[in-house]
């Protein structure tokens, strides 16, 4: 390892308390050694009038920072796992994750609301599960960080938007002036493959200084929700939902709405053969992986 390891981050606020959770593990697994936070700003967090929806969603957050990573700016890259695509760049891998955070998204509506008429959120997923519990609400998009969004919210842009739990506990974030908190069951709304897991990158190289310092349980967790959107040949602009915990994978996908399945998986080389043995049991429309 280098005398001082050197972490790219997002400069967001979420993204900076993250980078701390990443910090404190670290610290404590490998004592002696120092850490250096290298915050960087991504076009997507400089350009608010970009439309996630039409530039793709996946992959738009960590660009900047893999390049940090390819030029050994960095050492180490901090991510929204969920942010990630289904396959590593060349060259770079996962090192792990920090244990998971609560997965489920809330519902952050204005004080009062029982049926919001707009919603905002640039994601199918979100729109397509939530769309069915409020189908007569029309849906608007808006930008910025944690805080901005439910500024926009209380101020009346828009009657309700959907947020990460995680996101929300990390920033010590449960209430907000003029708003209600409503909680989203993971089987009512399905979460984003690797939601609440924040993702710890590296340069393929390295890997092996790093791999055993995060959590094996999110690790697996995460790997099978991201095979199966990969199979799906999906990324953040399909409707599609994932999560795995305790043997139970629970699934959304508008062909098949709401399905769990039970997997015991113990190991990594697991996970093909019981998503070969998921997606015979359905007429998927997909991409080839």
């Not at 967090?45 to 996630?52: I, K, Q, T």
């Not at 793709?56 to 700016?73: H, P, S, V, W």
């Amino acid at each position: 390892m280098p005398d001082t390891i050197q972490i790219a981050t997002r400069k967001s606020p979420l993204a900076l308390r993250q980078t701390e959770l990443v910090l404190a593990r670290l610290a404590e697994a490998i004592p002696d050694q120092s850490f250096a936070t290298l915050a960087l700003s991504t076009q997507v967090d400089e350009r608010l009038n970009w439309s996630l929806e039409k530039r793709g969603g996946i992959g738009l957050f960590t660009k900047e920072l893999e390049t940090a990573l390819y030029n050994g700016q960095a050492d180490l890259a901090i991510h929204s796992a969920k942010d990630m695509p289904t396959t590593s760049p060349v060259g770079l891998s996962i090192a792990g994750y920090l244990p998971r955070a609560r997965v489920n998204d809330v519902l952050v509506q204005r004080s009062g609301e029982t049926a919001p008429r707009t919603i905002a959120s640039s994601s199918p997923r979100r729109r397509a599960q939530v769309g069915a519990l409020y189908p007569d609400a029309e849906w608007t998009t808006i930008r910025g960080n944690v805080g901005t969004r439910l500024g926009k919210i209380a101020a009346g842009e828009c009657d309700a938007s959907l947020l990460a739990a995680a996101g929300l506990d990390r920033l010590g974030i449960d209430a907000f002036d003029g708003l209600d908190f409503v909680e989203l069951p993971v089987d009512q709304v399905v979460p984003a493959p690797g939601q609440a897991a924040i993702a710890v990158q590296c340069r393929s190289k390295d890997l092996a200084e790093y791999e055993n310092l995060f959590c094996s349980e999110t690790k697996l967790a995460v790997s099978l929700e991201k095979a199966f959107l990969r199979r799906l040949g999906s990324g953040c602009q399909i409707p599609v939902g994932a999560y795995y915990l305790d043997g139970t994978l629970h699934i959304y996908h508008p062909q098949i709405g709401y399905q769990t399945f039970e997997i015991k998986l113990q190991s990594l080389d697991q996970i093909e053969p019981e998503l070969d043995r998921i997606m015979k049991q359905f007429s998927f429309s997909h991409e080839p992986s």
